[in-house]
Nanobody, 120 residues
Framework: QVQLVESGGGLVQPGGSLRLSCVAS?????????????MAWYRQAPGKQRELVAV???????NYTDSVKGRCTISRDNAKNTVYLQMNSLKPEDTAVYYC?????????WGQGTQVTVSS
């Protein structure tokens, strides 16, 4: 019912920037439904548990995990059914697969993930 497709990952040097995008399609993209649901970005580094990076509510309220505060900005474009994660001042410890997530009608949906590698 819901498909999430991430893009924008890649290899970047420490201190660099990336902007991740996640486009939602399926039932959630109908009749402004997308705008009613919080959207989130998670990440999972090798050998570690998946962790919440940032979340944006249907009203635009943003929350971040402490390790990315001041460096990352989550935003959404409801007309495009898209959520973004702007990441600046990237560090090697930001290296992970980044996943888009939403809970739609009590079901958690995930994208396939996009790899972010921060390395010199």
């Amino acid at each position: 019912q819901v498909q999430l497709v991430e893009s924008g990952g890649g290899l970047v040097q420490p201190g660099g920037s990336l902007r991740l995008s996640c486009v939602a399609s399926g039932t959630i993209s109908s009749r402004s439904i997308f705008s009613r649901y919080p959207m989130a970005w998670y990440r999972q580094a090798p050998g570690k548990q998946r962790e919440l990076v940032a979340v944006i509510s249907n009203g635009g309220i943003r929350n971040y995990t402490d390790s990315v505060k001041g460096r990352c900005t989550i935003s959404r474009d409801n007309a495009k059914n898209t959520v973004y994660l702007q990441m600046n001042s990237l560090k090697p410890e930001d290296t992970a697969v980044y996943y888009c997530n939403t809970n739609f009608r009590m079901v958690a949906y995930w994208g396939q993930g996009t790899q972010v590698t921060v390395s010199s």
